[in-house]
């Protein structure tokens, strides 16, 4: 689904971001990747995205080279970055319906998944109002809820669970099981070593701008945990 090669990030001042990484996210999987902050993390995730150019290598989404043919890997991904930008004049079910037309989601799709995901995070009162009015969490919420109705094949999240709410998270936990179960995949960093354990099939972890170390969660873990796995190779344990 997702396939980064040799990738490189090296800004004008010269500064390295992320050094020839390269990992591989199958279909139906959910890919955890984790780093200090300044890691390279964001940086990875804006360049899968097409938000950020990148100096070497090549990223492909479910077969789009995301510079070669950056609309076709646009339309089957939905990126949600840590803070997302939201036209706060406009109204909840405008936004929702915006984002459904620029990917030409056909009506009956559209009513039925806004319905469905609204309903579910207790949003659906208040799509009536101006974005502006939100707070942080129900903003957070109406982004997700913009990405899941695209049904994406790339599901690209960073640090999704900050501001949401414990009914939030476990609702999100389970739509992005039910996307992987579709054939889809999620990319997604996060903090919370203790969600990435339980949540990811595989998990990368990256340090510096390099790939420290990458595999299958019970593997990687084996009888320790996350965070003393992810200590350790930081050299703070």
Same mark, same amino acid.
């Given at each position: 689904?997702? &396939?980064?090669? @040799?990738? %490189?990030? #090296?800004?004008?001042?010269?500064? #390295?971001?992320?050094n020839d990484l390269s990992l591989h996210v199958r279909p139906g999987e959910i890919y955890g990747f984790i780093g200090h902050n300044g890691a390279g993390k964001t940086t990875t995730l804006r360049a899968v995205a097409g938000v950020m150019d990148f100096t070497e290598g090549t990223i492909t989404i479910d077969g789009h080279d995301v510079k070669r043919d950056? =609309?076709?890997a646009?339309? =089957?991904?939905?990126?949600?970055p840590d803070n997302p930008d939201l036209y706060e004049f406009m109204k909840g079910i405008?936004?929702?319906?915006? +984002?459904?037309?620029?990917?030409?989601?056909p009506a009956a799709q559209r009513t039925a998944d806004?319905?469905?995901?609204?309903?579910?995070?207790?949003? #659906?009162?208040?799509?009536?109002?101006? +974005?502006? %009015?939100?707070? @942080?969490?129900? &903003?957070?919420?109406?982004? /997700?809820?913009s990405a899941f109705i695209r049904r994406p094949r790339l599901l690209i999240l960073d640090e999704p669970f900050v501001g949401l709410d414990p009914s939030a998270s476990h609702l999100m936990k389970g739509y /992005?099981?039910?996307?992987?179960?579709?054939? %889809?995949? =999620?990319?997604? %960093?996060?903090?919370v070593l203790e969600v990435a354990e339980k949540l990811c099939h595989r998990i990368a972890i990256i340090k510096d701008g390099r790939l420290v170390t990458s595999g299958p969660t019970d593997e990687l873990v084996g009888d320790s945990s996350l965070e003393d796995v992810f200590l350790e190779l930081e050299g703070e344990k």
């Open positions: 689904m997702l &396939r980064i090669e @040799h990738y %490189s990030k #090296t800004y004008p001042s010269g500064k #390295t971001a992320v950056p =609309v076709g646009k339309r =089957v991904t939905a990126f949600l405008d936004y929702l319906n915006f +984002i459904a037309d620029l990917y030409d989601l806004i319905g469905k995901y609204s309903d579910a995070f207790a949003l #659906t009162g208040n799509l009536g109002s101006p +974005i502006g %009015s939100y707070s @942080h969490g129900m &903003r957070q919420k109406l982004a /997700l809820i /992005l099981a039910e996307l992987c179960q579709s054939g %889809s995949a =999620v990319f997604f %960093s996060t903090h």
